[in-house]
């Protein structure tokens, strides 16, 4: 049964994988991986090399890169399913905990896009699968597998690094605390550092480029906020919060689940934290796994305690998940988010839309230039989606490779001496006229969908004479945020 939900969650994934198209961080993702390096400005090393791999073993297509995330919702599925048989559940449970994965928004959403998050929610299941191992069975060995999966899981995003912590919290906090007395946690926490090391010295290197992102990031902090628990309950579906608010409570006040007291602790603990901090409603996700793997175990005795309610809550969670895909996936055509604008409540439909037509665009801008004019003019994009669209597409459209000041595309470098000119996709025209003596709009580009996006609306600038050299203009253009 475990085995057929995983699969059927992979084959969900993967039946709408090529509807609309790439994101932006995916595309972002795609040319950062072409420039290996120890980290970047607003991730560790894990996923732009990971996304670099699958483009070339599934000859760079979207179905092709979005496989990996379609597998990593399936091992969510089953580390959830294995969890809540460590924690006692038996068939009914195992299947309610895999179900409550599998329709989960907050995965569904994340699972079709390649991204840090997909990678970060599987690696916080597979931390809290080995924490529970390691509660039931009181063997402080599995401290060095909790290390080394922290340890990778942070190369991922460090948000797993939350947990680890949260996690010895909730083991100090508990008679567990005995375990923590230990040489193996001592070499797992060796292995965690040793792993999260070199995205570590990549930073120091570059002079900690990712705090200026995370500044920019907590100027949203009290919208964050303010949405947080709400989100808490939309993200993960209003049949499935009973489930994992029922865990959380079973986890920390059951007898029967006394062991297991420290997750539930860490729980609460990254919960509150990201609250507290202004983060995003979805960095603490993956702490559901858990939740609805300890949920499973009082459904499973409520649903053999009520036979006739079982198919009634089959029903009530298919129209839940069926409510939740049509958010979280791109289940309706694209042209629709125009007047139903789901992207209010997932940001990230309206961005996988429109990207080529953006390129082409550019491409006719550039093309309409006279020959020896487009032999000295640039292609600048105000934020990586955009150059990483003009890097992925511009090739079949003639286009050269774009140049930006955004995050890692900045330390890449500005274009060339010889490029005296411009053409500037989406830069502040201030700026352009601080750098060049000719500033002039060319062209606005449009989704032809009429969608709210960030790039509906973008504007493009043919920018000429150059004021001075491009390694003097270039700090002017960085953008890390």
Known sequence: MIGIIAAASFGMEMAVSARYGYHRDELYFLQAGQHPALGYVDQPALTPLAAHAMAAATG????????????????LVILAAAMSRLLGA???????????????????????????????FFFWALTLYLATRLMVSADPRWWVAIGACVGVGMNAKWAVGVLAAALLAGFALTSSRALLRSRYLVAGAVIAAALAWPDLVWQAQHGWPNLAVFHALHGQAGHNMVVYWPAQILYTGFVLTPVWVAGLWWCLRHPAARRFRPAGIAAVITLVLFFVAGGKPYYAGGIYTFLFAAGAVPAERWLAQRPLRPGRAA??????????????????????????????????????????????????????????????TAILAGN???????????????????????NNFWYWGPPPARDRSAIAVNIDPALLRRLFTTVREVAVFRNGLGVSDDE??????????????????????????
């Open 60 to 75: 760079n297509t979207l179905v092709g890169l979005r496989v990996l995330p379609a597998l990593l919702l399936a091992g």
């Open 90 to 120: 038996g068939r009914t449970g195992q299947a309610v905990a895999a179900l409550a994965t599998a329709a989960c928004g907050e995965y569904l959403g994340a699972a079709h896009l390649f991204s840090t998050t997909t990678f970060d």
């Open 315 to 376: 029903a009530n969670l298919a129209l839940s998940t069926a409510a939740v895909a049509l958010i979280a996936l791109p289940l309706l055509p694209a042209a629709t988010l125009a007047t139903v604008p789901l992207q209010k409540i997932n940001y990230d439909l309206a961005e996988t839309i429109g990207w080529p037509r953006q390129v082409a665009l550019v491409a006719r801008v550039y093309h309409a230039l006279p020959p020896v004019q487009r032999a000295t």
């Open 384 to 406: 990586y989606g955009e150059a990483g669209a003009i890097d992925r597409y511009g090739p079949g459209d003639g286009l050269p490779p774009a140049f930006s000041g955004a």
């Open 456 to 481: 509906q609306g973008a504007v493009i600038y043919r920018a000429t004479g150059l004021r001075t050299s491009w390694a003097k203009a270039w700090p002017l253009l960085r953008d890390f945020s």
